[in-house]
């Protein structure tokens, strides 16, 4: 067999090599740009007082950084009442999202694996609920709350972010290809209940999928306003997103409790509320992207 010659090899590496694109690269480039400069900006404003933030430059910093005295502050405003939202905001975004994942994998995995009577009827009702805003929810669901005596409580809150049709949809089109029929049939004949089957064989099938709903049921409900907004009237039952906002409010006003440096607090709190959801991604990161990629393989 004849040997390549040299310029068939060089024409091999040039297939083998990545082609560049300039065009592409700059779009990535300018997108890259879009999601990490507000990021950036919060990072450089945390650092700045209340007068800097008005007279220096966005993205750069001032001549007396002052982070460690933002958070301090941050902190200690109307007696530490951050800490409370911020510890509400995890209780609410970590019941919902623990909730609503294994709701929906129940869901998901009774559609999949189920037949019954109804069953294409009820899967499209969910796939219309997906459609419907949640803010068109928002008055009903005060309504309803409100008659059950659950208004500003923190069951308001976790209740309705427990119900996610996206999430349900998801993890059925997940469980038809994750499970196989032929392993749910063993189980049945080595005498396992449908209970049993669920959690002991069908969780651990889902885990990638149940991990994807579980982070977007969290960053859902962290950075959740309105829902928290008309079912809670106790500051002490807020989370950080409408807290943060009451702040603004009386730094823009000058209610009661505002001062000169409202505003800096405002940002530095902002910047603090996103870090434990930078935190949950990174930890879960590899469970969603597998769950991604084998969404991706045929069974």
Not at 121 to 132: E, H, T, Y
Not at 156 to 183: E, H, K, Q
Not at 217 to 230: M, R, S
């Given at each position: ?41 919060l990072l ?8 800097d933030?008005?007279d220096s ?9 002052q ?9 200690t405003?109307?007696?530490?009442v951050?800490?409370?939202w ?11 999202a623990i909730?609503?994942a294994?709701l929906?994998a ?20 969910v796939l ?12 009903p ?7 059950a005596?659950l208004?500003?409580t ?25 499970i ?9 004949i ?5 209970v049993r089957?669920?959690?002991?064989i069908?969780l ?9 709903v579980?982070?977007?049921?969290l960053?859902?409900?962290?950075n959740?306003y ?11 039952l807020?989370?950080?997103t409408?807290?943060?906002s ?9 209610g009661?409790?505002a001062?000169?440096?409202?505003l ?5 709190g ?7 959801l ?17 969404g991706g393989?045929?069974?």
């Amino acid at each position: 067999m004849d040997r390549p010659t040299a310029v068939q090899r060089k024409d091999v590496r040039k297939a083998r090599r990545p082609r560049r694109s300039t065009p592409l690269t700059i779009a990535m480039f300018a997108a890259l740009a879009y999601f990490l400069l507000p990021l950036l900006w919060l990072l450089i404003a945390s650092t700045k007082s209340a007068h800097d933030l008005i007279d220096s430059f966005g993205l750069w910093f001032s001549d007396a950084p002052q982070l460690w005295t933002n958070v301090k502050d941050t902190f200690t405003q109307d007696d530490g009442v951050f800490l409370t939202w911020l510890l509400n905001t995890v209780l609410y975004a970590g019941v919902s999202a623990i909730g609503a994942a294994l709701l929906a994998a129940a869901g998901g995995y009774g559609f999949a694996k189920f037949r019954f009577r109804g069953d294409r009827a009820a899967f499209n009702l969910v796939l219309g609920a997906v459609m419907v805003p949640t803010t068109a929810l928002a008055i009903p669901t005060y309504l309803l709350f409100a008659k059950a005596g659950l208004v500003n409580t923190p069951w308001a809150v976790i209740l309705p972010s427990l119900v996610n049709p996206f999430g349900l949809y998801l993890m059925r089109i997940y469980a038809a290809d994750a499970i196989p029929d032929s392993l749910l049939e063993a189980a049945r004949i080595d005498g396992a209940g449908e209970v049993r089957i669920f959690f002991r064989i069908a969780l651990r099938l889902l885990g990638p999928g149940l991990v994807t709903v579980l982070l977007f049921t969290l960053v859902a409900t962290w950075n959740n306003y309105f829902l928290p907004l008309i079912m809670l009237n106790d500051p002490e039952l807020y989370p950080v997103t409408v807290g943060l906002s009451s702040w603004a409010a009386q730094a823009q006003n000058g209610g009661a409790g505002a001062s000169s440096d409202m505003l800096a607090l405002v940002v530095t709190g902002s910047l603090l509320s996103i870090l434990p959801l930078v935190v949950a991604f990174l930890l879960l990161q590899r469970y969603w992207q597998s769950g991604l990629a084998a969404g991706g393989v045929k069974q």
